[in-house]
């Protein structure tokens, strides 16, 4: 009931998955990932602890291969299960149980597994790899992974339907302040075209967590700050600071640095301030 792909990044920084089905909320189901360790995706008739066992076999050293052995091993229901992994040196493995519904099937390339169940049929996964394969390495992972979903649902997807999508990509050091491993951490739970609404989101979510390169940074320095200080209180907020909260932007600014199109902005928000 479930197409997905699982992947490292062509850098190996970043581990990922995408998935969609005809179902509520897939990416509460699954999806999982830890920066440094691998990725899991876990359907068909899911085992959802597959998603901690896995990540767990590969802390623990093994490879995708034989952290999918020894998950289907230690599982009575392993004929109703697909899973996918990639494992922290990007390699990858698939597994189809063999009462899972037709049209079902996986197939893996040099980092990553894409894998399928109730497909309209092979070629959807087949399109998912081509679309993985055909993008640009140097992109971001959460592009390709997208890519590789929308690729897979042209070629016709779960043959039931639509309803929901996901996607979540993991970096060491690259969530919420830099607290965590995750870099991007999207679900559509119940959409008639999830796909194109999970590429509107991730969109919104590179426009407001942006990774900002060192060209596009400026010293932090007394100077300016007071400069934009004063700018925000012009606007109603008590420093600048508050002004990039209320905004959402404050993923632009650093305890040494703050990007150059939020300064630009918040000059022109106000071009009648004068010191």
């Known amino acids: 009931m479930t197409f997905s792909?699982?992947?490292?990044?062509?850098?190996?920084?970043?581990?990922?998955?995408?998935v969609a089905s005809k179902f509520l909320a897939v990416g509460s189901a699954v999806p999982a990932a830890v920066a440094g360790v691998g990725a899991v995706a876990t359907q068909a008739w899911a085992n959802v602890a597959y998603k901690g066992l896995a990540l767990a076999h590969l802390d623990e050293?093994?490879?995708?291969?034989?952290?999918?052995?020894?998950?289907?091993?230690?599982?009575?229901?392993?004929?109703?299960?697909?899973?996918?992994?990639v494992d922290v040196?990007?390699?990858?493995?698939?597994?189809?149980?063999?009462?899972?519904?037709?049209?079902?099937?996986?197939?893996?390339?040099?980092?990553?597994?894409?894998?399928?169940?109730?497909l309209a049929g092979s070629e959807v996964i087949e399109a998912m790899r081509d679309a993985?394969?055909?993008?640009?390495?140097?992109?971001?992972?959460?592009?390709?992974?997208?890519?590789?979903?929308?690729?897979?649902d042209e070629a016709g997807?779960?043959?039931?339907?639509?309803?929901?999508a996901a996607l979540l990509v993991v970096k060491e050091g690259a969530g919420y302040g830099g607290f965590d491993d995750v870099a991007?951490?999207?679900?559509?739970?119940?959409?008639?075209?999830?796909?194109?609404?999970?590429?509107?989101?991730?969109?919104?979510?590179?426009?407001?967590s942006p990774d900002v390169a060192d060209e596009d940074q400026v010293p932090d320095t007394p100077e300016l700050m007071a400069e934009l200080d004063a700018r925000a209180r012009s606007l109603g907020h008590p420093h600048f600071a508050a002004w990039m909260?209320?905004?959402?932007?404050?993923?632009y600014g650093g305890p040494d640095w703050t990007a150059k199109q939020v300064i630009e902005e918040l000059r022109a928000a106000t071009p009648d301030w004068t010191p």
């Open 184 to 208: 991007v951490d999207l679900r559509i739970d119940d959409h008639e075209d999830p796909i194109p609404e999970l590429e509107r989101l991730l969109g919104l979510h590179e426009a407001l």
């Open 245 to 251: 909260g209320t905004h959402n932007l404050e993923a």
């Open 5 to 18: 792909i699982v992947a490292r990044s062509a850098d190996g920084d970043s581990w990922g998955v995408a």
């Open 157 to 164: 997807g779960d043959s039931r339907g639509r309803q929901s």
């Open 89 to 118: 040196e990007g390699g990858a493995a698939t597994y189809t149980g063999s009462a899972c519904l037709e049209w079902a099937g996986g197939l893996t390339g040099d980092g990553f597994a894409v894998q399928g169940n109730i």
């Open 132 to 152: 993985f394969e055909a993008s640009d390495p140097e992109a971001p992972l959460a592009r390709r992974l997208l890519a590789a979903l929308a690729a897979g």
């Open 61 to 85: 050293g093994a490879t995708a291969s034989i952290a999918v052995q020894r998950l289907i091993e230690e599982d009575d229901g392993r004929d109703h299960r697909q899973v996918g992994i």
